[in-house]
């Protein structure tokens, strides 16, 4: 059997929650591996022991199950190859591509100071025949002429002159591979042939290159793809303090994970056809690497808002009741004993048309379950303060109205004549006669529709708030 035409890669460091740039990265990878029928592989770059805890690997297991990617083989982890780097270091010290250094960093800092030049590293140790010793470190002896070039299929060719890199380390002295060495190492090892991350990587790449050509200098050269950045709506770089940037505030605030993953794959790519809403096999199938554009993707969360909206309505009714459980469940401003899935369910189809969000839910239901629905004041004031008389009107001709539907009377269509019957007649708008009646019935001036509402909520029940909110009335 040939090796497959793509290997593709994801190689997150543990960080304790997963970033949208990260889940992006993730994501461009599975559908390039998907698409070209390749295979992604799974690689855990933790080296740093802070962490390489198993509860933050566990995360990014669970973010991208979460997202349904999905992975071939057995996960990598470099806590556990420490030796392969290690060994790959000898190798290149016996071939003399690399070099023991004894300087510390502030000799290297005076002498870069004594030349007034440019900082950084000065080869000083290149041919003084060191060997490992307290405090040395290890070096790649970077040629000093000649460009290091790579393909990318987003940025094309890209060039990065050799003298502009130092002598860089490859061993700490403690004895630990930097992360260039780990990471060209295993994409050596693991035959990957593409090698798709953010473009903030971009700097690391020629420092991995040479790694990996002065390891390897037969192996094909992979194919890279330097994502673009994800910046917000002030174009800057997406930031922990400034903006939701993990996937799981996003989980929490009910966005689903179909949507989720499709408008991920907007951020940078976009389809030939310009539709940007499809199921994700339509996706794969169009998905191409050089199709990502280089300029910074806005990650717009009203547009995300408004995927999710979408992929909410397309749910069939009990999928979108079974999905909105946890938030139904969970710090719910009614008590749990009011809750009652029966009723949910009859308001369910109405909901599912309005809300952004599963977050949302509850609030558009909430009145039914509370034993008196919260005031909204701002709906309070505009409703029943500003026209009280109006107000006042409506609610003693809703009363009325429904004091009369007994028994089998109170259905839909007699909710609705009781109050737009009475607005015809007396030529009051429809839209006013309405709003003081769903003020009082759900604390609020906007929610799903009111008369369906109110069947559900029921007779007494309705009768009771029409009555409190006439009582509350300024006079
Ligand atoms: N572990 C690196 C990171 O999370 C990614 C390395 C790579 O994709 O080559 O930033
Ligand atoms: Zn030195």
Redesign the pocket.
Known sequence: MSAPAVRA?????PTGYLHLG?AR?ALFNWLTARHAGGELLLRI?DTDAERSKPELIDLIFRTLGWLGIDWDGEVVHQSQRADLYRDAVERLLASGQAYWCSCTPDEVKARAEARGGKPGYDGHCRDRGLGPGDGHVVRFRVADDGDTVIHDEIRGEVRFPNADLDDFVLLRSTGVAM?HVA?AVD?LDMAITH?I??E??LNATPK?LLIRQALDPAAPAPTFAHLPLIVNEKRQKLSKRRDDVALEDYIARGILPEAMANYLALLGWGPPDGVEIRPMPEIIERFALADVTKASAFFDVAKLEHINATYIRELPVDQFVNRSTHWLFTDTPWPAERFSAERFELLAPMVQERVRTLSEVPGYVDFVFQADPTRDDASWEKVMVKDPALARRMLEAAIAGYEALEGDAWQLQAINDTVIGYADANEISRKKAQAPIRVAVTGRAVGPPLWESIEVLGRDETLRRLRVALDDLPS
């Open positions: 890669r994801f190689a997150p460091s990260s990265t770059e992360f990471n994409d090698i991350r953010g903030d990587l991995i």
